[in-house]
């Protein structure tokens, strides 16, 4: 299950008992940054290049925790005017994958979005079954097959 929680800096902070490991989701800070390029080289994620502005500018930038080791992360970016919001990335440690939380990844960027009026967000996968997966059990809709692989559309209202 899950439960909401308000830091100490007053942002939420949703917290996990799920089987039998704890783990949290906040938003990247930049006093974050030195401890999420680790878990960035963990996961081998080509984003790394993409540069510490992509993940503090105009992106949402979800961490998962388990206490201070950062095991997964989510990267999306919303067009306010559109109420569109898309995913970019996501990624777990290679340790903590199969846990369901990519998928806990997940629902939180869209539980984010939802809250901040958006009306669609729209995943694509190139490769990964698994995030397939994640889309189709949290609602998803297939789309059409694109540049960026094959996309898969929410509705958030």
């Not at 960035?40 to 510490?52: F, H, I, Q, S, V």
Request: charged share 25%; aromatic share 16%; proline share 3%.
């Amino acid at each position: 299950g899950a439960y909401v929680l308000a830091s100490k800096d007053r942002k939420t902070v949703i917290r996990y008992v799920w089987l039998m490991y704890k783990f949290r989701i906040f938003q990247l800070q930049e006093s974050h940054w030195p401890i999420f390029n680790r878990l960035m080289d963990e996961c081998e994620a080509p984003c790394r290049a993409w540069g510490k502005q992509f993940f503090l500018d105009d992106n949402v930038t979800l961490i998962a925790a388990e206490n201070d080791r950062f095991i997964g992360f989510t990267v999306s970016s919303g067009l306010p005017n559109a109420r569109h919001a898309y995913g970019r990335y996501l990624a777990v440690h290679p340790l903590w994958q199969k846990r369901g939380i990519g998928r806990r990844l997940h629902e939180a960027r869209l539980r984010y979005y939802k809250e901040r009026g958006f009306w669609v967000f729209v995943g694509f996968v190139e490769e990964s079954q698994g995030m397939a997966k994640i889309f189709q059990r949290t609602g998803a809709r297939r789309g059409i097959d694109t540049t960026h692989g094959m996309s898969y559309v929410t509705e958030l209202r």
